[in-house]
């Protein structure tokens, strides 16, 4: 089973905070990641699609792999209360998700 | 109309009842995903379909029974559904399978089997 496991949280940050997610996986053989947030009530929306170890960054959203060790992480700088949703973490294939992080940005 | 499309939004059946879930998307889009959320557990992939092919069934029972007779519309027939398969139901399209494209997801099916 290929497993992408999330910290569920619930993640409180001040408005204007770094707020981290991180995500592991327990396929080395996964070759990139993908980050969806998902608003309560609503579908998911891709966020960030990282494929090379190291940083990606997208306004105010940076993606982080590390394939040694198995984790991507994804770094919201700024943190505004719009950003108040659950963020969910796929492998490549999409295959599988995390459960995700609720993540509540306090004002 | 834009994007993925889901009807209905919301759905109400018997166990013995027979109903048909609906996806369209208006993207352009060659592949199609039938994915079920569950509170507190991750998304589950279900059905891929490439091309109208049916690419991946991931061991679904067969009281789920999909159709794509275009690139475009997506269906998911349910028929005999227990309780347990209450549940989100989300329709999702790519450009293609694979390739490292995102989803586009549609706003869902919100199941309830009484």
């Known amino acids: 089973q290929k497993e992408v496991e999330q910290n569920s949280g619930p993640l409180s940050v001040p408005e204007g905070a770094i707020a981290s997610l991180n995500c592991t996986y327990s396929?080395?053989?996964?070759?990139?990641f993908f980050w969806y947030r998902q608003y309560s009530g609503k579908s998911p929306e891709l966020i960030m699609f990282?494929?090379?170890?190291g940083d990606k960054e997208d306004g105010r959203f940076t993606a982080q792999l590390n394939k040694a060790s198995q984790y991507v992480s994804l770094l919201i700088r700024d943190s505004q209360p719009s950003d108040s949703a659950t963020y969910l973490c796929?492998?490549?294939?999409?295959?599988?998700f995390g459960t995700g992080t609720s993540l509540t940005v306090i004002p | 109309e834009t994007g993925v499309t889901q009807t209905p939004r919301h759905l109400v059946m018997g166990m013995t009842n027979k109903k048909s879930l609906k996806c369209e998307q208006h993207?352009?889009?060659?592949?199609m995903y039938w994915y079920k959320q569950s509170a507190k557990k991750p998304l589950e992939l279900m059905f891929v379909?490439?091309?109208?092919?049916?690419?991946e069934n991931n061991s679904v029972p067969s009281r789920f029974s999909p159709e794509c007779p275009n690139s475009s519309h997506l269906f998911l027939h349910l028929h005999t559904l227990q309780p347990e398969d209450s549940a989100l139901y989300l329709c999702?399209?790519?450009?293609?399978?694979?390739?490292?494209?995102?989803?586009?997801f549609g706003s869902g099916t919100r199941l309830t089997v009484v």
């Open positions: 999702a399209s790519s450009p293609r399978q694979g390739g490292n494209y995102g989803y586009t």
């Open positions: 396929d080395r053989g996964s070759q990139s």
């Open positions: 990282i494929y090379s170890n």
């Open positions: 796929a492998e490549g294939n999409q295959f599988y």
């Open positions: 993207l352009g889009h060659n592949a």
């Open positions: 379909y490439n091309f109208k092919e049916q690419t």
